[in-house]
Structure formats: structure tokens, C-alpha cells
């Protein structure tokens, strides 16, 4: 009778973070008006710092990915810490994604611009990619927030308008022409420009469970905005 060999572990999906370091002058530079420089960047850090803590705190067996732009730290051993690679963004993306996808069944990809990302909503994006061939939580600019496959062809991140209101339609079509099926996930608003930042404050002042989801960009909001339980019309950031 020969011996019983050990089961294979199942390969388990991964979920990655593209993180720019947090430099002044060069993260949130549409913030700088209303925060300055350094502001804009300690926002940035706060933001990629909830992120990458929903990601670490996930129940689910995932492979945790941080593809950077410059030195950001990985925030904690649970994370893989890579170089994005390629000369724009669609180039960046399918390259992280060639390298997921030859080690795992399906990746998901996310930036740190939606501190209204929850678990749930990751957990909601893993689900997705059982039954079909991409997921895509979209943005009400017209980008989106999250990608995830389980596959990849040639050409997907080719000729899309990226920070656009065309760039989830591009990407939508793109998908549609190499026979890729979809699922969309509720939209998120990302954080880029002034008045999205003051329509977050007056959130999280009034939804304690919108707080719970991103604490170190509330309590970043909390220093650079409140004042006597109202939100500033102007602030530059001191540290």
C-alpha cells in the first residue's frame, strides 16, 4: 500500500496596494491649495495607512501585495513589498497584475484614495472572482477605486483615459472585447480635490461607522479641521 501524500495547499487570491510614498509636493497635489505641501502628503499617509490596515486585518487566506512608487513602508511583514514597474499607469498595472496572476488564481488591486473601503467590500470583491473574469468597484468621477481578475490579456489597460470620467468605461470596453465577464461593486468616492475632502469631514463628524473605517485619516481630519465642533472653510496644515 503506498504512503498518503500530504493535499497541496490551495492556492490563495491575492489582494495588492499601490502606494505612492507620501512626499510633499508630490502626493495629493490638488490638495495643496487647501492644506500645503506637507498637509496634502500627511493626508496621503493616513489614507495609505487605513488602507493597508483593512487589508492586514482580513479573516480571509489572502497573499498581501504593496506595490510602491518610491520608499513607502510595507506596514507590516504580512506584506509583500514590490517596485511598481512601467512607464504610466496602465503600464504599472498590468505588470502587477502578470505578476499576480502567475501566482495566484485571482488579485485585486486597490489604491489608498477611498477610506470608505471596508473589509466587507474587499471580502464582497474576493467572492466576485469566483464566478466571473473581473470586479470593479467604481467611482462617481468615472474612475474606480478597486480591479480585481483572474485573468489577463494583452492590451486590457491599453488606450484608457486614465484620471478621466472616461477611465471605468474604457476599461469596461476593453474587458467586453476580450470576452471578459464583470461585476460591479458599490461606488466609492476617492479623495482627491478640496470639496471631496470637506464632504468626508462632514461624514465622518456625523457616522461614527464611517469613522470606524478609516481612523487615521479621521483623526488627521480632527486636527486639520475641527474647530469648535465646525469644519474650517480654510486650513494650512502645520506640523
Known amino acids: 500500500m503506498l504512503p498518503l501524500r500530504p493535499k497541496t495547499p490551495p492556492r490563495r ?12 509636493g508630490a502626493t495629493k497635489t490638488r490638495l495643496i491649495p487647501l492644506l500645503g505641501a506637507r498637509g496634502a502628503a500627511a493626508l496621503h499617509a493616513a ?59 485571482s488579485a485585486i488591486i486597490i489604491g489608498a484614495d477611498s477610506p470608505g473601503l471596508s473589509a466587507p467590500t474587499l471580502e464582497r470583491a474576493l467572492q466576485s472572482l469566483r464566478r466571473a473574469d ?69 461624514t465622518l463628524m456625523r457616522r461614527a461607522a464611517a469613522r470606524d473605517r478609516c481612523p487615521a485619516v479621521w483623526e488627521f481630519i480632527q486636527t486639520a479641521f475641527r474647530i469648535g465642533g465646525r469644519v474650517k472653510r480654510s486650513v494650512q496644515w502645520r506640523s
Open 47 to 105: 489614507m495609505l495607512r487605513d488602507t493597508l490596515g483593512k487589508v492586514a486585518g482580513l479573516r480571509r487566506p489572502v497573499a498581501r501585495y504593496v506595490f510602491a512608487r518610491g520608499r513607502v513602508a510595507g506596514g507590516s511583514s504580512r506584506f509583500t513589498l514590490l517596485q511598481q514597474q512601467g512607464r504610466n499607469f496602465g503600464a504599472r498595472l498590468a505588470g502587477a497584475f502578470r505578476q499576480l496572476l502567475a501566482r495566484h488564481p
Open 134 to 202: 473581473a470586479v470593479l468597484g467604481p467611482c462617481p468621477d468615472g474612475g474606480y477605486y478597486l480591479i480585481g481578475l483572474r485573468r489577463y490579456r494583452r492590451g486590457l489597460f491599453s488606450g484608457i483615459r486614465w484620471g478621466s470620467r472616461f477611465a471605468l468605461d474604457d476599461t469596461l470596453a476593453n474587458l467586453a472585447a476580450r470576452s471578459f465577464s464583470w461585476v460591479l461593486l458599490e461606488p466609492l468616492e476617492d479623495v482627491d480635490r478640496p470639496a471631496d475632502l470637506r464632504r468626508l469631514a462632514a
Open 13 to 24: 487570491p491575492a489582494i495588492a496596494v499601490f502606494a505612492r510614498a507620501p512626499r510633499p
